[in-house]
């Protein structure tokens, strides 16, 4: 005999179900194997202990900060906390304007006031440049129109320096500790600190080169804006490579111009100039010109990403960007596991309280919402692995907080679809029909609640801070899988069980009696709805309305001629 | 649970009904009273308690075991920074918890050898942290911003979805008289709003809504276009919606209040005060009166906001005119509904 369509429909969903937690399992069991994943998520600061820190960055001049200097800054950032040794720390942005530092463990005070210092661009003169002797020096990037050589520094003079390009900044002590400097060394690390009056011994941020730098010349302020264009030849024609063209203020241009003079044609390697960025030099180019306009352009083998990427760097870090501690959140280790600890074991009462209460409302169909909601538990717990592998999601307490809430509107849904399955069989349908007919209408509720749940979810996750994102992460990610669960799983059980014995008989512990709800018999499997009597009007489906019509009006008739079992023909009026 | 399922039937067949739209007038009373009091109770409390997030300052926690005793931490914390008055309180059943002004990095590192000292624990084991003043603040702007956000969104979602605006209206009334008195809950009674209570004010936002949209939605069912029963006027449709969804939305409030009840309970009593506490805290109170608020705001807002309209004006008075006449000719004859009164 063939399976009549529903059941098809109903297997072919749940093998939908297991294609997809077999894939989530797989994608994960991948991630395992590859060494990156894991089988459980990562867990949040206040969960695991660890010290948290919330920058604000804030330029000098008290305005906020862009999209794209909140990205420059994060870089920084990021760049200082890496070259810290600090290894699993995280980075990430949080709103439109902060910055949150994660540390596992208690970083200390020099790491600290480190990731806490303001950067900016600055122009310092190249006193003397050489490949960094701990790094092999395979040029990778290809940024500067020189190709670094070590170059032998001028005569050191005894002569007190004078003008920022002075070669006599370049004393022996300088000489000596330039080479024996590494790029690697705990000393760089404190190069964004440099003060600006001082000569500079720095590598750029590969550690591919380094350099001795006179001190500041010109601050990064005076870009006002600088773009990634198709290099042009002195002809005009286009060379097919890419350059970094600078616009500078009046003032700028006027400073920018005197270097220029100064540099071209000197002798190697004092004819390059350094942007220096929180301490790195992000591009040291040879002036191959006297530029007076102020609209110097950087060249030499860009590709289009690295001439973008140059010329962010120089357009953002221009203004001095400074990082103001919002707060700094020290959690130890034990208090970490005792928040997970007493999270789960609140998700846990609260669980076994939700599947106590719907086995005493709903009896055996209470065991659908516990499969249900293991099912719904399988799933989030796997999207969360994968979250934490792929996107570096982090658990955090709110998040617990937020699966926990999540128990009782995923139960929801089942009790809005049960309640709905109740409804028509009131009215008098059988089982089967009362089941798809039930579907239908609750799907629309469940889709509209879900979907504004679920808005509410992303509007938090867009535009709230801190904890609340994380909360509002979980919530959204469980109103998607309750969806999911109540379409793949709920739904069609549901249909197979209808067609079981017990359900179509309407066992009295079923859940589903007809005769405990309401609906009176009539003989051979059909019921009649008391309530039909009275014209009752909630059809959904206007073709359900048309078709019942006609059983309203017999049922009515029925009513009339004294059939005293409608039964509600008599009695509304004791309530008012 | 036989009879609550026969109370269900009942409800579902109109055979037993409880007139909320109908009086409709003592709701809005009995909200007005809420409201009023929501709002000025926590002024005349003397303003709503903001935890350190919103003041800045420093926090440590100390986690003791038995025997805890409050004395030492006052005294680890002078000894570092004399002129202070820290607060200190038993957090949990085996923590203490320690906030004072703002303190400079240096004074932290100081003050948290002084408590490892005073309480014989490790240093690594004392939670320390820092907040500036403006982080609090900076938080309650972005909520705000969110709730701004939202209530836009969901307005216009709502509409759409209803086709009726009146029903976004009537469901964003609800929704901000639940905020309004979870939010004077906190003021009267003087619990720390944190962040986290901040989460779970934000979500009451979705819960209030998903409660609402449910029953609304039973609502559009009962009185859509050509739906709209000859023997009923439009607020008694209203009505038997919402007793038809009566016990579901029992159903949902105490399944959605269990786990909140749980998470509340730990963050409490094994917990203490913190991130837990707080976020069940506000929602435990927000989907109690979300629940409410759906049957005795939403609702009967609707009901109200509809009746004015010509249509339904002209059908209500032609069921009444024909309740009038079928009641003259014999109460048994026809079936009618309860009036509101």
């Not at chain 1, 997809?20 to 695991?48: H, Y």
């Not at chain 2, 409800?11 to 009023?36: D, Q």
Request: glycine share 10%; net charge neutral.
């Amino acid at each position: 005999m063939a399976k009549p369509a529903p059941v098809k429909k109903a297997w072919r969903s749940l093998v939908w179900l297991l294609v997809i937690i077999v894939a989530l399992v797989g994608m994960n069991a991948f991630g395992v194997f590859t060494n990156k994943g894991s089988w459980t998520p990562q867990l949040a600061l206040d969960l695991e202990g660890g010290t948290q820190i919330l920058l604000a960055p804030q330029l000098e001049s008290g305005q906020t900060v862009s999209g794209e200097q909140l990205q420059q800054a994060v870089a920084i950032i990021r760049q200082r906390v890496n070259a810290s040794g600090v290894s699993e720390a995280e980075i990430t942005t949080q709103g439109n304007q902060n910055i949150v530092v994660s540390i596992p463990g208690e970083p200390d005070q020099a790491t600290l006031d480190r990731i806490q210092a303001s950067s900016q661009l600055q122009f310092r003169p190249v006193l003397s440049a050489s490949s960094a002797t701990t790094q092999s020096a395979t040029d990778g990037t290809g940024e500067d129109s020189t190709t670094p050589t070590p170059t032998s520094e001028a005569a050191a003079p005894t002569a007190t320096p004078t003008a920022p390009g002075d070669p006599a900044w370049v004393t022996e002590e300088l000489t000596n500790k330039f080479n024996s400097f590494d790029c690697s060394s705990k000393e760089a690390l404190e190069s964004g600190a440099a003060a600006s009056k001082e000569p500079l011994i720095t590598c750029d941020p590969y550690g591919m080169e380094k350099y001795i730098l006179g001190p500041v010349e010109i601050n990064g302020g005076v870009i006002t804006d600088a773009t990634a264009q198709p290099e042009v030849s002195s002809s005009g024609v286009s060379t097919g490579g890419w350059a970094v063209q600078i616009v500078m203020n009046g003032e700028g241009a006027k400073q920018f111009a005197e270097v220029s003079k100064r540099l071209y044609g000197a002798q190697e390697p004092l004819n390059r100039f350094a942007f220096v960025l929180d301490g790195k030099v992000i591009s040291a180019p040879t002036m191959q010109g006297q530029i007076t306009d102020g609209r110097p352009s950087i060249t030499g083998g860009f590709t289009q990403e690295g001439a973008k990427s140059l010329a962010d760097q120089l357009k953002f870090g221009a203004l001095p960007i400074g990082f103001e501690v919002q707060s700094q959140d020290n959690v130890s280790a034990t208090l970490g596991s005792n928040q997970l600890q007493s999270g789960l074991l609140a998700g846990l009462i609260g669980l076994i309280l939700v599947v106590l209460y719907s086995l005493l409302q709903y009896r055996l169909l209470g065991l659908v919402t516990v499969a249900s909601l293991s099912i719904a538990a399988v799933i989030t717990y796997l999207l969360i692995t994968l979250m934490s592998w792929q996107e570096g999601y982090r658990l955090s307490l709110a998040g617990v907080a937020g699966l926990i809430v999540a128990i009782g509107i995923t139960a929801d849904s089942f009790i809005v679809y049960f309640e709905r399955i109740r409804d028509e069989l009131r009215d008098g349908r059988g089982i089967e029909s009362a089941v798809s007919s039930g579907w239908k209408r609750a799907l629309r509720t469940i889709l509209a609640s879900d979907g504004v749940n679920f808005l509410a979810a992303a509007v938090l996750f867009i535009l709230a801070v801190g904890n609340v994102r994380g909360f509002a992460f979980t919530l959204g990610l469980t109103t998607i899988v309750d969806v999911v669960v109540v379409a793949l799983f709920t739904h069609p059980v549901l249909v197979l069980l209808s067609r079981t014995k017990f359900y179509s008989e309407g066992h009295r512990f079923s859940g589903l009696d007809p005769r405990q709800l309401g609906a009176v018999y009539r003989g051979r499997a059909q019921f009649k709805a008391p309530v039909s009597t009275d014209g009752k009007v909630n059809r959904s489906s206007r073709e359900a309305a048309k078709r019942q019509t006609i059983a309203e009006r017999k049922a009515a008739d029925l009513a009339a001629s004294g059939d005293s079992s409608a039964s509600a023909s008599s009695d509304s009026r004791k309530e008012s | 649970m036989g009879t609550f399922a026969q109370f269900g039937n009942d409800l579902y067949t109109g055979k037993r009904s409880y007139n909320i739209v109908g009086k409709r007038k003592l709701w809005y009373i009995i909200a007005a009273v809420m409201i009023a009091i929501s709002v000025i109770g926590p002024f005349a409390r003397g303003g709503f308690t903001f935890g350190i997030e919103f003041s800045g300052g420093s926090q440590f926690q100390i986690i003791v075991g038995d025997g805890r005793d409050q004395a030492p931490a006052v005294d680890a914390v002078t000894s570092v920074v004399p002129n202070t008055v820290p607060r200190v309180m038993l957090v949990g059943n085996d923590s203490i918890r320690v906030q004072t002004e703002q303190l400079t990095d240096q004074q932290t590192g100081d003050v948290r050898a002084a408590l490892a000292k005073a309480y014989d624990v490790k240093e690594s084991s004392i939670t320390s942290s820092f907040i500036g003043a403006s982080w609090g603040q900076d938080i309650t702007r972005q909520a705000i911003i969110a709730l701004i956000v939202f209530i836009l969104f969901a307005t216009v979602v709502m509409a759409l979805y209803f086709r009726t605006w009146k029903m976004s209206l009537a469901a964003i009334i609800a929704l901000l008289h639940d905020l309004v008195i979870t939010a004077g809950v906190y003021g009267i009674t003087g619990f720390e709003i944190t962040p986290a209570a901040m989460i779970g004010f934000l979500t009451i936002l979705g819960y209030s809504l998903y409660d609402t949209v449910v029953v609304f939605d039973k609502i559009r069912e009962n009185t859509g276009r050509g739906e709209l029963n000859e023997a009923r006027t439009f607020s008694s449709s209203v009505n038997l919606a919402v007793n038809q969804t009566l016990v579901r939305s029992i159903n949902t409030s105490v399944v959605a209040l269990l786990p909140v009840a749980s998470i509340l309970f730990i963050g409490a009593f094994v917990l203490g005060a913190g991130t837990l506490r707080d976020i069940a805290l506000a929602l435990f109170i927000g989907i109690l009166v979300g629940t409410y608020s759906t049957i005795f705001i939403a609702a009967p807002t609707y009901a109200h906001l509809r009746e004015v309209e010509p249509l339904v004006k002209k059908h209500d008075a032609k069921v009444r005119a024909r309740m009038s006449a079928s009641r003259e000719q014999g109460p048994e004859s026809r079936r009618t509904e309860p009036q509101p009164s």
